[in-house]
C-alpha cells in the first residue's frame, strides 16, 4: 500500500496557461503554486513553452524556474512520433538531465480505412526506434489515448502497439475522457482492464458531445459533473497498483482566463478530495 502524498503527483498541464492566459512560465509557475499543484506537465513541442529546437538551452531553465516556485517537473508533453525527427533524441537526452521521469510521445493519425495494418507495421517500427531512446536515457514514453482518427483512440489498438515491450520503459498514459467520448460510459473501464500493466499516466478532464447551432462539438464540464465517473475510476487504478502522475487538463476553451483559474482551483479540490478518499 502506498500513500497518495508520497507516490501520486498532482500536476497542471501547462497548455492553457500559454494558449489562454498568454503567460509567461514564471507566471505561470506562480498561479499553479498557488492553486496547489504538485508540479507542472510542461508542454516541450512547437508552440510549447519549451521548443524541441532548443530544448538543450531552454528545458533546464524551465525546470529550475518551476522548482523555485516549489513545483516538479516530472513528465514533459511533447509532438515525438519518430525516434529520428523533431529532435526527439536532444529531448529525451536533455529531459532525462533534468530529472523528467516521464515524456507523453505525439499522435499517429488513422489514414483510412484499408491501410491500418500498413499503419500499424510502420508505427511498430517508429516505436521500436523510441523504446530504444528511453532505454539508453532512462525515462518512459508514454502514448496517450487521444479520441478520433488516432490509433491510440482505442485501447485495444494501443495494445498492439505497445504488446511485447518493457512497461518500465514504454507505457500508457490514460485518458479516461477520451475514452469515454471514443467508448460509451463503459470505456474507461475496459481500458484500464485491458491497459492495466502498462499505465504509468493518467489525464483529468471531463467532456462530452453536445448539439450547437454549428453542428455536434465537444464541450468541456467540470470535475464534479463526474462525466467520467472519477470515484469508481481511481479505485481501479489503485487496485492495480497505480503510483504514476496526474495531469489536470483545464481546457475550458469557452471560460475566461480568471474563470478558468476558478474552475481549475474547484476541480484541483474535487479531485483531492477523491485521491485522499481513495488511497489515504
Known sequence: MFEEDEALQVLMFTKMLKDKGGLQLEEAAEYMADMGFDGADLTVRPGGYVLPEMVKEDLPKAVEVLKSHGLEVPMITTSITDPEKDHAEDIFETASRCGVEYIKLGYWRYEGFGKIRKQIREVRRKIEGIYRLSRRYCI????????????????????????????????????????????????????????????????????????????????????????????????????????GCISVHSEYHDLDFDSLIRQTREDLEYLRGILKATYG
Do not use: Q
Not at 507505457?171 to 470505456?187: K, M, N, Q
Not at 454549428?214 to 459533473?225: F, N, Q, S, T
Open 140 to 243: 518512459t514514453a508514454t502514448v496517450h489515448t487521444h479520441a478520433g482518427r488516432y490509433l491510440s483512440a482505442d485501447p485495444a489498438l494501443l495494445l498492439i502497439l505497445l504488446k511485447g515491450y518493457d512497461p518500465e520503459w514504454l507505457g500508457a498514459y490514460i485518458d479516461p475522457g477520451h475514452l469515454f467520448a471514443e467508448l460509451g460510459p463503459r470505456g474507461w473501464e475496459m481500458s484500464v482492464d485491458i491497459l492495466a500493466p502498462y499505465i504509468r499516466l493518467v489525464s483529468v478532464k471531463n467532456y462530452r458531445w453536445v448539439k450547437t447551432p454549428e453542428g455536434w462539438r465537444v464541450k468541456m464540464y467540470p470535475l464534479k459533473e463526474e462525466i467520467v465517473p472519477w470515484p469508481d475510476l481511481f479505485k481501479c487504478l489503485r487496485s492495480i497498483g497505480f503510483d
